[in-house]
């Protein structure tokens, strides 16, 4: 790889391309992270999801204007000129058909939330990468915000017995349940938990939908995807210790701590988060899919 590496990105429809171009292309930006240049991308969108194929220009020209983002005619395009990719689809039914020529390159690869619209695909991805020896990583930005990572570091907090997370969970029939939107909530959920949930039972109403997770050491998980009234990111962590509760950070930008997560990715580092717990997050979705549809509990096995 060069000095300043060259990234590219595949999918324009989202507002994540714009701002994650700045972070990087930006040095007068405050939050500027240094060691990497967006240098082109594939405009992809979705004809049948309005939030797609409606943003895709928009956001396509302020690359163009603002950075000189050299826009091309395929992913495979792509991966011919950059060290390593943003896949920034925002409809995750695209996601493994796009990530396909990334990985068979074997260039890093970071994959916006959700990793697909469903489990299987997102195994799909995984067993590619792992066959090609690729590195990939998915994750909301909500994992790497300063005050969930600040709960973490928390040494009086203890052992983590239980955890409430919440954030809006917007529906799509093209990416159901908490595979649009409640990911966030759900990524909340993991940071603190960790994996090992064996069941879960969802209630699904209008406003809302409200996970109940159980863990395979007895502790109970909840996610609370809202869908009416006033919406937030944040958590109740319930520690030996003592209770946390949080909201995301307003004062440090939501995608900056992310970013500096990628691109020590991109440049030889682990991934941030493990593909055994991003396909628990998957299956966890799933589960909670079926569960809200069936007004039954279900196992994560049931659906992996």
Same mark, same amino acid.
């Given at each position: 790889?060069?000095?300043?590496?060259?990234?590219?990105?595949?999918?324009?429809?989202?507002s994540?391309v714009?701002?994650f171009t700045?972070?990087?292309?930006?040095?007068t930006?405050?939050?500027?992270?240094?060691?990497?240049?967006?240098?082109?991308?594939?405009?992809?969108?979705?004809?049948d999801?309005?939030?797609?194929?409606?943003?895709?220009?928009?956001?396509t020209?302020?690359?163009?204007?603002?950075?000189?983002v050299?826009?091309?005619?395929?992913?495979?395009?792509?991966?011919?000129?950059?060290? =390593?990719?943003?896949? +920034? #689809?925002v409809?995750?039914r %695209?996601?493994? $058909?796009e *990530?396909?020529?990334?990985?068979?390159?074997?260039?890093?690869?970071?994959?916006?939330?959700?990793?697909? =619209?469903?489990?299987? +695909? #997102?195994?799909?991805?995984? %067993?590619?990468? $792992?066959? *090609?020896?690729?590195p990939?990583?998915?994750?909301?930005?909500?994992?790497?915000?300063?005050?969930?990572? =600040?709960?973490?570091?928390?040494?009086?907090?203890?052992?983590?017995?239980?955890?409430? *997370?919440?954030?809006?969970a917007?529906?799509?029939p093209?990416?159901?349940?908490?595979?649009?939107?409640?990911?966030?909530?759900?990524?909340?959920?993991?940071?603190?938990?960790?994996?090992?949930?064996?069941?879960v039972r969802?209630t699904?109403?209008?406003?809302?939908?409200?996970v109940?997770?159980v863990?395979?050491d007895?502790?109970?998980?909840?996610?609370?995807?809202?869908r009416?009234?006033?919406?937030?990111?944040?958590?109740?962590?319930f520690?030996?210790?003592?209770?946390?509760?949080?909201?995301?950070?307003q004062?440090?930008?939501?995608?900056?701590?992310?970013?500096?997560e990628i691109?020590?990715?991109?440049?030889?580092?682990?991934?941030?988060?493990?593909?055994?717990?991003?396909?628990?997050?998957?299956?966890?979705?799933?589960?909670?899919?079926?569960?809200?549809?069936e007004w039954?509990?279900?196992?994560?096995?049931?659906?992996r």
């Amino acid at each position: 790889m060069t000095d300043e590496l060259r990234v590219g990105i595949i999918g324009f429809d989202t507002s994540h391309v714009p701002a994650f171009t700045k972070l990087l292309n930006d040095p007068t930006d405050p939050y500027h992270v240094p060691g990497a240049k967006v240098v082109c991308g594939y405009p992809s969108s979705s004809p049948d999801l309005e939030s797609s194929y409606q943003r895709v220009e928009g956001f396509t020209q302020q690359v163009v204007d603002n950075w000189g983002v050299e826009i091309v005619d395929s992913a495979q395009a792509v991966v011919e000129r950059v060290d =390593a990719v943003l896949l +920034e #689809s925002v409809d995750g039914r %695209r996601h493994l $058909e796009e *990530a396909r020529p990334v990985i068979a390159a074997g260039k890093p690869l970071y994959i916006d939330k959700p990793l697909a =619209a469903d489990y299987a +695909e #997102s195994a799909e991805i995984y %067993r590619l990468a $792992e066959e *090609a020896g690729c590195p990939v990583f998915s994750s909301s930005s909500l994992r790497f915000d300063a005050n969930i990572t =600040a709960i973490q570091g928390d040494a009086e907090l203890g052992a983590v017995l239980g955890c409430d *997370a919440f954030s809006p969970a917007t529906l799509d029939p093209t990416n159901p349940g908490l595979f649009w939107y409640g990911v966030h909530g759900v990524e909340i959920l993991y940071t603190l938990m960790g994996t090992g949930c064996q069941r879960v039972r969802c209630t699904t109403m209008a406003g809302a939908d409200v996970v109940v997770g159980v863990w395979d050491d007895g502790r109970l998980g909840v996610m609370r995807g809202t869908r009416a009234g006033a919406h937030e990111y944040g958590v109740t962590v319930f520690g030996e210790g003592k209770v946390v509760q949080t909201l995301r950070s307003q004062e440090v930008p939501l995608y900056a701590p992310l970013m500096e997560e990628i691109i020590r990715f991109f440049r030889g580092g682990p991934a941030p988060v493990a593909p055994e717990e991003t396909l628990e997050i998957m299956a966890f979705m799933q589960a909670a899919l079926v569960s809200g549809r069936e007004w039954r509990e279900v196992a994560l096995d049931e659906v992996r």
